[in-house]
């Protein structure tokens, strides 16, 4: 078989997995949202109006819609984080609390005389990557050097790092007045600049696609991602072919932290704050989780996933503020589509319809494997 002919093959089954994929994260979402409908129904006085504002309110106005877009933007990164890890078959759930060392660390720089400087918001991020890296650094080397179950060590360190967070807030960094959980206001110098006036649309939206390119380069354009990936799939044989998987796991782990320690950054030095207060992530981090699942912990398909679950977290949010629907019910629907996209889940009615237009509904590959 020629070269051209393989690569042919090879695009028509990248294609293929492509509409399967979507196909399926689609029909979860659809079958999520009428499931959430029905709750509504019961739930509210106003269940037409209720879901109207569920679907349409993101993008009513501009303010609205750079809510919708802030959140996009810091979903794809923490969905990076967690698709890094979740690629070397290793689950680590660690970012959130990534996310408030490397938003620790970004404030110190940016409340320091070094904050009022040109320098302000390259060494906050810098400082909150480093930071965010060590963290995620921890939970690897533990479980190579002592066998620490990286979920439970990951999860242990998360609190440790809120309730660092809040402490230091409260006690060390300069704030406004007393008896207040939040620090001072960051001089202009560190705040990231508003790409859109008005709205919370700033410069984070420019690193979270950096962070998607850099991501996908490294996974599928160095050997390092490849050592990554093969691990992912075969810790065993990578070893057998020569392959540090442990140095492998640690370094995915490290590189997630980076990304974790990133978003605090976007976090306290965006638009949104400006300032570091306490418990400031909403729980957005840990959200993540979804997005890479979704996506399947491939990097391009996160910045996608995040773009839609964003818009339906944001109408969840508005719905919750606009009418007697509590958001709560955006949990069901979250719950389900994990459940629907993360299980063998497939299209309904693919047999019958296999039926009617007189197709096969198993693969190609597959019916050969049965031959």
Known sequence: MSMTTTAELGRQARFKTIRREAGRAISAALIALGIAFVIVLFTSEAPLEAFNVLLTAPMSRPRTIGLWIDDVAKLTVTGLA??????ARQFSMGVQGQVYVGALAASYVALSPLGATWAGIPLGLAAAMLAGAL????????????GANEIVSSLMLNYIAIELCNFLVRTNLPKPQAGVLTSNNFP?????PALVPGTRIDIGLLFAIVAVLAVWFALYR??????LRLVGHNASFAEYSGIR????MVSAMTAAGALGGLLGSMFVQGQTYGYLTVLFEGNLAFEGILVAIVARSRPLAVPV????????RQGAQLMNLRTDVPSEVIGVVTAIIILLVASSFSLPGRKLWAKV??????PAGAMETHK
């Open 188 to 192: 202009e110098t560190a705040v990231f």
């Open 245 to 248: 998987s442990t140095a492998i």
């Open 135 to 146: 963290w995620g650094f921890i939970p690897g080397i533990a479980k190579v050097k002592f």
């Open 357 to 362: 237009t007189g197709r096969s509904a198993i």
């Open 305 to 312: 996933v995040a773009l839609f679950y964003g818009y339906l």
């Open 222 to 227: 160095t050997s390092w991602g490849l050592k």
């Open 82 to 87: 967690f698709s890094l890890v979740f690629q």
